[in-house]
Each structure stands twice: as structure tokens, then as C-alpha cells.
């Protein structure tokens, strides 16, 4: 964790610091305030003060077990913070060269300390059908309409469905019986209501005609 998450401490202070050793917070608790203190600019009271609040943070070597050594190893693996170790998977384990059995001892006690992150809700195949989105295809390009949002200049891919379609954040396809799906969220939807103007009614609005 670096000394800049510190509240109060920027790069210029960060920059001071580091000509002292201190290079992230598992440093900033462990400085000699008096020698510190010498550098100029940094005075004993805002030292004392960085390092209580290096104190009140969660460090991943705040746990049973975990030492310098496997601090860094979870890092070189992503683990930097008691939250990532919170929402690690035990197959990492292996990696760190410790028994699972330990490792799931690990992140629970990193559980007690920090809550398990949930997943953001993601949108279900549920929620679009019928009732909430519309189709219209315009040749090339589809006006999508989904939950009240409207999505103009839509892709729209034509034959059997491949991957150029599902590059898209959100697509049409109409495959060769005529059937038009929609790309979104990841998924396909094949119950969405859907329309294709024809080449006259698309000449016919050119020139000012109604739907």
C-alpha cells in the first residue's frame, strides 16, 4: 500500500520519504520519527501523525501467519490489500506455496476485517422481452429501444450469428430465415419484438413520409 493513500500525504511528501527508505505504509509504521524528522520539510508531529494512521490501517501482514515474505508473494499475485485477500480464491494457494487449509485461514480471518465485495447485479435475461424493447432495423443500422433508453445506429449483422456481432456492447443480428436477435449484456435475446423497414419505406420517409 502506498504512503500516498494516507490522507495528507502527497507526491512531493512521498518523494521525501522515500529518500528516507519509506516506500509504502508497512515502512511508514515502523520509521524512527527523530530520524525521519531531519529531512527537511517533515516535522515529528506530522511524522507521529502518519504513522498512527499507518497504524489503523488493515495490513495484509496484520494477519496470523503472513510475514514480509508471503506479503510480497500475495502481491506479485494482485493480493495488495486485506480486501483483495478477502475475495481470493483458494486455488491461489499452490502459487503461494502454503497449504489451502492455511490459505482459507487467511481470508477468513481477512473477512472479519473487511466484507466480501458483491458482484454488481447484472442485468437478467429476464428483465428484456416484450414487455420493455422494440427492434426497428433500418438496413445496416437498428434503432434499439430497452427499458425507455433508446440506442440509435446499432450494428446490424446479416447471416448465420458469429463473432463480429458479439464484439459489439450491443447488436442486431438477422439470420437467414429472417429472424432478428439482439446482442446485449453478454447474451442473446430472441423474444425482443423487431421490425425491418423495407427499401420503400425507408424512400418514403426520405422524403418526408410518416412510419
Do not use: C, Q
Not at 19 to 35: E, Q, S, T, W
Not at 56 to 70: A, M, P, S
Not at 78 to 95: R, S, V, Y
Amino acid at each position: 500500500m502506498k504512503v500516498t493513500e494516507l490522507k495528507g500525504i502527497g507526491p512531493s511528501y512521498e518523494k521525501k520519504l522515500r529518500k528516507a527508505g519509506i516506500k509504502n505504509v508497512y515502512d511508514l509504521r515502523k520509521i524512527n520519527i527523530r530520524k525521519v524528522s531531519k529531512i527537511p520539510g517533515i516535522g515529528e508531529d506530522v511524522l507521529r501523525k502518519w504513522k498512527e494512521e499507518a497504524m489503523k490501517v488493515r495490513l495484509l501482514t496484520d494477519i496470523k501467519g503472513i510475514g514480509n515474505g508471503f506479503r510480497k508473494k500475495l502481491e506479485r499475485k494482485g493480493i495488495k490489500t486485506i480486501e483483495d485477500l478477502a475475495n481470493a480464491d483458494k486455488g491461489i494457494a499452490a502459487h503461494l506455496g502454503v497449504s489451502e487449509k492455511r490459505f482459507e485461514a487467511w481470508v477468513k480471518e481477512a473477512r472479519k476485517m473487511a466484507p466480501v465485495k458483491k458482484a454488481k447485479r447484472a442485468v437478467l435475461a429476464e428483465e428484456i422481452g416484450p414487455d420493455n424493447a422494440s427492434i426497428r432495423v433500418r438496413g445496416k443500422i437498428a434503432e434499439v429501444k430497452i427499458k425507455e433508453k433508446i440506442h440509435e445506429s446499432v450494428p446490424v449483422f446479416r447471416g448465420n450469428i458469429g463473432e463480429a456481432a458479439e464484439g459489439n456492447s450491443i447488436a442486431v443480428n438477422i439470420d437467414p430465415s429472417g429472424k432478428i436477435k439482439l446482442w446485449f449484456n453478454g447474451r442473446w435475446y430472441d423474444d425482443v419484438p423487431a421490425v425491418e423497414e423495407t427499401f420503400w419505406e425507408r424512400i418514403k420517409k426520405s422524403f418526408g413520409g410518416k412510419d
